[in-house]
């Protein structure tokens, strides 16, 4: 259908369609002034804030962990819906930008702190500048125009599903003068280029799974990508944050924070160095929230093992998991077991103690563990929305809110009740809140029950 290009990713029809839909839109934009561009941008994140809802929970949710200690629930609200109403801008704004020259994007980009790109270049060593999803990104990437000591800059990226639109990108920016970098590059070129004297964009701040290093950010646990700390550790480039905010409708400032004061014993360690990484997004992301791209899942619970901490070493000390000052909140349903069940209890205290950062909230008739961070009675003569809505009101009444909800009962019969709490991660031992995991396990096994059901969701003996 089509010629392969020089990554040998192949053009199917099938990519068309979404490539002239692109350009058409594109047109358009080029036909408008920036700043009418950012009032459609408003408009359109403002119909995201209202049409998508689950977006909406998530960006809340990633607040509240972020800001939850100092702002209260209605702040946050707020701050959510300016979120989406910024992020509506930088989306149109950075396509917009793609079709500008080189002089009309100098005069939309501010620079502060550049002072401090200067004083790591001028080392020889090249610069490795920590990015965060925040602001007009399509501007992130031509900031060497308006700082010419970032010359030559490269990026490292994800290519585009789309082959025509990923050849199209790469071809707008390597125009001005940035080279890019992927996966598929390997990891020589980036380290060239940076032992070279160049300097190299990595944004690191998403979720990198099994694949990153567990450390706190923002205080909570989560898995982060050690690519910047690896680059550091082989080319002794120091890594310095920058930071995009929004100035007016159609102006942003970007701002250089100092470089990373990495001594010689967290030199040798990659995990230190990430969580150094870390606690730099959030002086940066804490500069101006509502530019940040809140619509990932920077803490993340997984479909497969909810209770496993990401990115953890099995062969290296994980420090990190202690540092975390914030918990990884869990509400367990019992429905009407009692005490007199020891297994369970004792399943209830092994969960309860299996990770440092664990916090349990029990929901049952009888309160069964002792252990248990706090205690929601349920009474199952009364309706179930009582619970449910007791649940929620304790959800939304702390900084943190719940990770994950666990169904004990082997009918699955809380299942309804957490729904109706609206909380986003549910799993049991039944029904459609089972795992793929759990019921594979299940299926293996002449027998189930609570320490079968916990083991398929990460929990180790």
């Not at 040798?268 to 997004?281: D, F, G, P, R, V």
């Not at 209890?345 to 103690?353: E, K």
Request: charged share 20%.
């Amino acid at each position: 259908m089509g010629k392969k290009n020089t990554n040998s990713r192949q053009t199917q029809a099938r990519h068309y369609p979404l490539y002239w839909l692109y350009r058409t839109f594109e047109f358009f934009l080029r036909l408008m002034p920036m700043e009418l561009v950012c009032i459609i941008g408003a408009a359109f994140g403002q119909a995201g804030w209202l049409l998508m809802h689950g977006r909406r929970e998530m960006v809340i949710r990633n607040l509240r962990i972020a800001l939850g200690e100092e702002r209260d629930i209605q702040e946050i609200r707020q701050l959510c819906r300016q979120t989406f109403r910024n992020s509506g801008v930088n989306f149109l704004a950075s396509v917009r930008a793609t079709t500008m020259s080189a002089d009309e994007l100098r005069k939309r980009m501010k620079i502060d702190g550049i002072e401090h790109l200067e004083s790591a270049t001028a080392q020889g060593h090249g610069a490795i500048l920590l990015l965060a999803h925040m602001g007009n990104w399509e501007m992130l990437t031509q900031m060497h125009l308006v700082a010419p000591c970032l010359v030559p800059l490269a990026g490292l990226y994800r290519p585009l599903d789309n082959p025509l639109l990923d050849r199209l990108v790469k071809r707008r920016r390597q125009s001005m003068g940035t080279t890019l970098f992927s996966r598929r590059d390997g990891f020589f070129k980036p380290i060239s280029h940076l032992k070279s004297g160049g300097t190299l964009g990595a944004i690191a701040d998403q979720h990198a799974g099994d694949h990153g290093m567990a450390v706190p950010f923002f205080g909570k646990l989560t898995s982060m990508t050690n690519l910047p700390a690896l680059l550091h550790r082989r080319t002794g480039a120091p890594i310095i944050p920058v930071s995009m905010v929004t100035c007016s409708p159609g102006n942003w400032r970007i701002v250089v924070h100092p470089a990373l004061r990495i001594n010689e014993e967290q030199k040798k360690n990659a995990s230190q160095i990430t969580a150094l990484c870390a606690k730099a997004y959030e002086t940066v992301m804490l500069e101006h929230p509502t530019d940040v791209l809140w619509m990932h899942r920077y803490w993340r619970v997984g479909a497969k093992s909810p209770l496993k901490i990401d990115g953890t070493q099995k062969k290296k000390p994980a420090a990190a998991e202690s540092a975390a000052r914030k918990p990884f909140n869990v509400l367990v349903f019992t429905g009407q077991s009692t005490s007199e069940d020891e297994d369970l209890r004792h399943h209830l205290h092994h969960l309860r103690h299996y990770r440092p950062d664990m916090r349990v909230t029990l929901v049952g008739q009888h309160a069964l563990s002792p252990e248990a961070d706090h205690f929601i009675p349920f009474d199952p003569a009364e309706p179930p929305h009582l619970v449910a809505n007791a649940i929620r009101d304790y959800d939304l009444s702390q900084a943190i809110p719940f990770d994950c909800a666990l169904d004990l009962t082997p009918e699955a019969s809380g299942a309804r009740i957490l729904e109706m709490a609206k909380l986003a991660r549910i799993f049991a031992m039944q029904g459609k809140h089972q795992s793929l995991r759990t019921k594979k396990l299940f299926a293996g096994l002449d027998t189930t029950g609570t320490g079968v059901y916990l083991r398929s969701l990460g929990l180790q003996s």
